[in-house]
């Protein structure tokens, strides 16, 4: 099923493994480029400051954040650490590619985070979505944006 057959308001269940587990729920901010977290991120603001990156410019403080997954070094943990203790993080990640950066990135910043989905995020999710994560229960719930 693709974004483009899925009615508005209608509601889609995801299944995926748990990186960290807990419960959250927000907007949906969505990106299919990978995320630099060492020089591609503003910790102290949550921006994404990557040149040439789509989310340029963009925070993504208390969204559910959604995306492929890391690139870069291991510095990627220590500068989403820090937006943890700035509050800048994301409430949630979802993301496709696992990768030890990015599961030490979620474990310092302690939000809910999932990846292996049984189907693609990134096909169903679209920026203000909302999303509704129970990565305990390995389940995200996904409400379409209302048409504008």
């Not at 907007?27 to 400051?49: C, F, K, P, R, Y």
């Not at 789509?54 to 937006?83: C, M, Q, Y």
């Amino acid at each position: 099923m693709s974004v483009d057959t899925i009615g508005r308001n209608d509601t889609i269940i995801l299944h995926g493994r748990k990186v960290v587990g807990g419960v959250t729920e927000g907007e949906a901010l969505v990106t299919h480029d990978t995320i630099s977290g060492w020089g591609g991120i503003n910790s102290m603001t949550g921006t994404v400051i990557e040149t040439r990156h789509e989310l340029r410019g963009v925070s993504f403080k208390d969204k559910i954040l959604v995306f492929p997954g890391a690139k870069g070094s291991s510095g990627w943990s220590a500068a989403f650490h820090t937006t943890r203790l700035t509050k800048t993080a994301p409430k949630a990640m979802l993301f496709n590619v696992m990768t030890t950066k990015i599961a030490l990135g979620a474990v310092v910043m302690r939000i809910p985070t999932m990846t292996e989905f049984d189907r693609d995020p990134l096909d169903l999710i679209e920026t203000g979505d909302w999303v509704k994560v129970d990565a305990d229960r390995g389940t995200v719930e996904i409400t379409k944006k209302a048409k504008t």
